[in-house]
């Protein structure tokens, strides 16, 4: 990692972790997923982390485009992108710095949710490749939602834009399986794949299947290459 890139990363997650919104999204993103977890220990009497991977790619929804919005969006419509630009560093660092950067936040987020996976194994027999599985899973729907929200953030000024184009984006691409229920078959074999949530679901269960990995990697570069294309074109206006 080279210092510029390293000091882009510091940049950004100094600027989340200094203000309120971090804090009060954090809070949120934890007792949504909590009290979820909650009810299904307690309420239903079941030892299992099946819930915290089913709600948690659902809360990212949320979180994440929240978390992604300001990353261009606030730059430039204050004008610090400009500055950013001018400095040496290339749009691929800057681009590449925002994206680890979130993902940070989002391993941050999660280890708190360790605890839940503490508490089970203390009252029952539990399969830690499934629990590894399953974090894997979310930090993969994680790197997904985030390319995708840096590049709607990279289409405009207005935050709320960027956040509604993040999560419906997002939205989309999770339930991309249930959409192909609905078209013919060869299109729906490419919606079932197309699909985050099926992906997801596949890891979720502890097997990790190169397919998988490969997916998440295109998505990723996909979406930060349509940032970079968007920037791209920005900057020679």
Known sequence: MTPSLAALIRKELNLFFNTPVAFIATVIFLLFVGWFFNSTLFLENSASLRTLFNVAPFAFLFFIPALTMKLFAEELRSGTYDL??????????????????????????????????????????????????????????GAIYTSVGIFTSSLTENQIVAFISGFVLSFLLYTANQIGIFVPGAISSLFEYLSVGTHFTAIARGVIDSRDVVYTLGMV?????????????RREK
């Open 84 to 141: 950013l630009v001018s400095k040496p560093v290339s749009l691929v660092q800057i681009i590449t710095g925002k994206f680890l950067a979130a993902n940070l936040v989002i391993l941050v987020l999660l280890a708190p949710t360790l605890l839940y996976a503490v508490t089970i194994g203390s009252l029952a027999p539990l399969d830690w490749g499934v629990v590894a599985g399953g974090y894997l899973g979310l930090l993969m729907v």
């Open 221 to 233: 570069i996909l979406f930060l290459t349509l940032t970079w294309l968007v920037l791209l074109n």
